[in-house]
Nanobody, 123 residues
């Protein structure tokens, strides 16, 4: 019954921007922190960003070098990842996930996951 549906991925050039969205249904959205993870071909799934229940706090991976911003709109049950200055190494499937704790970078602490959206950055 719980669904997390990512959208907004695509093929872009290095230096471009993208905004990913994750629409959530089947749970009380404001009771969960939300996170973004990504998985590149042949690599483990890695933490990108997380945001607290009311959006008041965020925690971002050092690896994104300040280029990404996570936000949420609880009225729309949606969490976003705004990406700027995209690099080829950002190419990955990006996954949205929900957790009852904040902050956490561990995949095991996230209860629900979306199907992912592909981001491909060409040079």
């Amino acid at each position: 019954q719980v669904q997390l549906v990512e959208s907004g991925g695509g093929l872009v050039q290095a230096g471009d921007s993208l905004r990913l969205s994750c629409a959530v249904s089947g749970l009380t959205f404001s009771s969960y922190s939300m996170g973004w993870f990504r998985q590149a071909p042949g690599k483990e799934r890695e933490f990108v960003a997380t945001i607290s229940w009311n959006g008041g706090n965020t925690y971002l991976a050092d690896s994104i070098e300040g280029r990404f911003t996570i936000s949420r709109d609880n009225a729309k049950n949606t969490v976003y990842l705004q990406m700027h200055g995209l690099k080829p190494e950002d190419t990955a499937i990006y996954y949205c996930a929900a957790s009852v704790i904040f902050p956490d970078t561990r995949r095991s602490e996230y209860t629900y996951w979306g199907q992912g959206t592909q981001v491909t950055v060409s040079s």
